[in-house]
């Protein structure tokens, strides 16, 4: 049955009332009964979706179980978007009852997504506003003549990254119904990003793209690698935080570029996968295959479209270390919320698309920052960049980045030295 925006909410505020009206100990140790006198359709409603129990014919009313943590998201919600307006503090929207509503939250009770409740939560956090537009620009207009983008392109590259996370069966976590999953054997969950980026863009771009989809912070070398069975090329900044990073591979020799002059659409669409690795020792690795490619949509700039799974902290070493920080996260017996709020002080947050955009609008901050860096070096007599003349066309026959069988010596004779 369709309802309007008053009649939904007189039902999710008919159900926080029945829980509000409740003696917070009542509430504990029974199942709250409560009176019958409200406008009926409410409660037809309110049943028809479980969230109510009554017999026909009887005054009592009792909140199922689900009911309950949706009842405890409503007026959680309220204290977080009403609390600062009645004169609240901080501190007593944070402490007051319902205390647990991450547990619920997580579990798809209220309005609250559990990404907004640990920002609301968090020392000096706050509900995050609406989010408007969600395919606002994200890039400058007219960006300067140092970042070698590519204004008059018009094709734009719908991109899949694919963490690799070595996945071990289906996730099971802590949040069983938020995943859809009972608690069972451990894996972890797929984590992946379908963004809409334009061919124009550098690679230090979609650097700095993948970092805002992924939460990461960089503060750690990349690179992305490109394999043919002519040879390998390495894509990178080695001067600012050391050499460039590799993804695994058996290859020894590699054509060195510098990110920031080269353009995604001098090697995509022709080949439609690559390897982006970030970290020093065992890096973490996303594989990035292209999907499509459109044209019209490049004055958004990038875009994030779609994603699932939580990405680890870039601090955390491997798969099996991914699992004992989220083992260690989200089957603590501390309080959840507290556990949720000192992973975010470690650079962790739950995957929301809605933030996820948002956080992807700021990239550009990240690229003048970039810049600053590599003018710095410029100064100093940094190594050449790479000649926007450079013929790259040797590198036309990509299929994959999976590693080709190892060459000799003599199939590199055409490469740069």
């Known amino acids: ?10 039902c999710l505020f008919t159900l926080a009332l029945l829980v509000l009206n409740r003696e917070e100990d009542a509430w504990r140790d029974s ?12 409660l037809v409603t309110l ?23 949706e009842a405890l998201g409503v007026i959680k919600y309220l204290q977080l978007a009403l609390g600062p307006a009645l004169g609240a503090t901080h501190d007593e929207i944070r402490g007051s009852w319902p205390r647990l509503f991450a547990d619920q939250s997580s579990a798809g009770a ?13 020392p000096g956090g706050r509900l995050p506003s609406p989010a408007g537009t969600p395919f606002s620009p994200t890039v400058l207009a007219d960006p300067p003549a140092s970042y070698h983008r590519d204004q008059a392109s018009e094709q734009s590259l719908l991109l899949h990254l694919q963490l690799a996370l070595n996945e071990r069966g289906s996730y099971c976590g802590y949040f069983g119904g938020f995943y859809g999953e009972a608690y069972g054997s451990r894996g972890l969950a ?8 334009p061919a124009g863009l550098t690679f230090l771009d979609l650097h700095l793209i993948i970092q805002r989809c992924l939460s990461w912070t960089d503060e750690r070398p990349f690179g992305f690698l490109l394999s043919t069975s002519r040879g390998n090329l390495l894509i990178g900044e080695p001067d600012v935080r050391g050499a460039i990073a590799r993804p695994q591979t058996r290859k020894k020799k590699f054509m060195e570029v510098r ?8 090697v995509f669409p022709r080949t439609h996968e690559a390897t982006y690795a970030y970290g020093e020792g065992a890096p973490w690795e996303v594989a990035i295959r292209v999907l499509e490619t459109h044209d019209g949509l490049t004055g958004l700039g990038p875009q994030l479209i779609d994603g699932v799974g939580d990405a680890p902290p870039e601090w955390v070493v491997g798969a099996d270390g991914f699992a004992a ?8 017996s501390r309080n959840v919320i507290r556990a949720l709020s000192e992973a975010s002080e470690k650079n962790f947050a739950p995957f929301a698309l809605g933030v996820a955009r948002e956080r992807l609008a700021g990239f550009e901050q990240d690229r003048a920052r970039w810049q600053t860096l590599l003018d710095d070096l410029a100064e100093k007599g940094a190594p050449p960049q790479l000649d926007d003349d450079d013929d790259l066309s040797r590198f036309a026959g990509y299929e994959t980045c999976e590693d080709p069988v190892e060459l000799d010596d003599d199939a590199y004779d055409d490469l740069p030295r």
Do not use: I
């Not at 209220?110 to 968090?122: D, K, N, Q, R």
């Open 1 to 10: 049955m369709n309802r309007d925006l008053n009649q939904t909410l007189n």
């Open 31 to 42: 199942s709250p009964a409560y009176s019958r006198q409200m406008r009926e359709a409410t």
């Open 325 to 332: 920080f989220e083992d260690e996260l989200y089957r603590s």
């Open 190 to 197: 797929p984590c992946w990003r379908k963004v809409v980026v």
């Open 110 to 122: 209220g309005p609250l997504t559990m990404s907004e409740f640990v920002a609301a939560v968090a």
């Open 259 to 266: 990110a920031s002059t080269m353009r995604l659409g001098d």
């Open 47 to 69: 049943r028809d979706y479980g969230l109510v129990n009554y017999a026909d014919g009887s005054d009592g009313v009792f909140v199922t179980e689900e009911g309950k943590r």
